[in-house]
């Protein structure tokens, strides 16, 4: 795993996001400008927490942690309504198959981890917070070439019928062609893939840059993204022996599986996990 330099890091870098957010001068001006681009309206008051973690009900559960989670302070007018409204915004260049065929119910499982937290005992179900879950990738989750997809429940025998539960997800891919969004917005994905000096072409883009430059200058956030790195290479290493031990217990099922004649067992095997995990306790494969 090559290391980049912290001044080659882009927005959609997990670490640099972060740092961004986390940086006491930059952080709620960097967060608003990237809404107010995305919604096109202003954004007066809000709550930022930076990697916010959402633990499981139980340690047998899974938590989530969000890159940031925004929540407005107070009620604020939307469409004539007044709608409390927590935003979580998710950059992503994750390209790996597995998780993107995953990706739908990625974005429920961040959805849900949120409504558990937005309603308290007792309390009306019409007080439940407005959410958009918010990813901004270079890669295309869904192949259509679309630079925004707009996400929302409905019914599929009356497509027509109103559904409100103020749940929305939004999948935002960097070079997507088609559908009808601001030229600000177009060039805030172009510049969340590439942050520098050249591709900063507008006002906003502009003072995110300086705040790019102060965050990446900093020494203290130097040190942090040394041990980061640190870290994700213990990972990336683990995983690395993890997948290869993996890789091997399937070679050698595949090989029983084939000895013993059951050539759709192994076929099946390739693609459904909890099958997999059947054969490999049967053979007693460890």
């Known amino acids: 795993m090559q290391r980049r330099k912290l001044e080659e890091l882009n927005l959609l870098d997990d670490f640099l996001f972060n ?22 309206r202003k954004f007066p008051h809000l709550k930022i927490r930076a990697q916010e973690s959402f633990a499981g009900s ?14 407005e302070d107070g009620s604020v007018q939307i469409n004539g309504d007044e709608i409390p409204t927590i935003y979580d915004v998710e950059p992503d260049h994750n390209h790996k198959t597995a998780e993107i065929k995953a990706f739908p119910k990625r974005a429920r499982f961040y959805h849900a981890m949120i409504d558990r937290r937005s309603l308290k005992a007792g309390e009306h179900f019409g007080k439940m917070k407005k959410v958009y879950v918010i990813f901004i990738c270079d890669y295309d989750p869904f192949g259509y070439d679309r630079a925004l997809y707009t996400i929302k429940n409905r019914c599929l025998e009356e497509p027509e019928l109103p559904y409100e539960d103020d749940a929305e997800t939004w999948v935002l891919y960097t070079r997507g062609k088609k559908g009808n969004i601001s030229e600000s917005l177009r060039q805030l994905l172009s510049y969340m893939e590439n942050t520098n000096q050249n591709n900063a072409i507008n006002e906003d883009l502009r003072d995110i840059q300086q705040m790019v430059d102060q965050v990446k200058r900093d020494g203290e956030v130097s040190l942090r ?30 090989r029983h599986l084939l000895k013993d004649q059951r050539v759709a067992d192994a076929q099946r095997a390739l693609d459904d996990p909890a099958f997999r995990d059947q054969l490999l306790k049967e053979y007693g494969i460890h």
């Open 19 to 40: 740092a961004m957010l986390a940086y006491p001068d930059t952080g709620e001006a960097f967060i608003r400008k990237l809404l107010e681009t995305l919604f096109d």
């Open 58 to 71: 139980n340690t047998d559960l899974r938590g989530a942690r969000l890159d940031v989670y925004i929540e």
């Open 225 to 254: 993204y040394m041990k980061w790195f640190e870290h994700d290479q213990m990972m990336y290493e683990q995983g690395r022996q993890d997948e290869q031990e993996n890789t091997e217990r399937e070679k050698e099922l595949t």
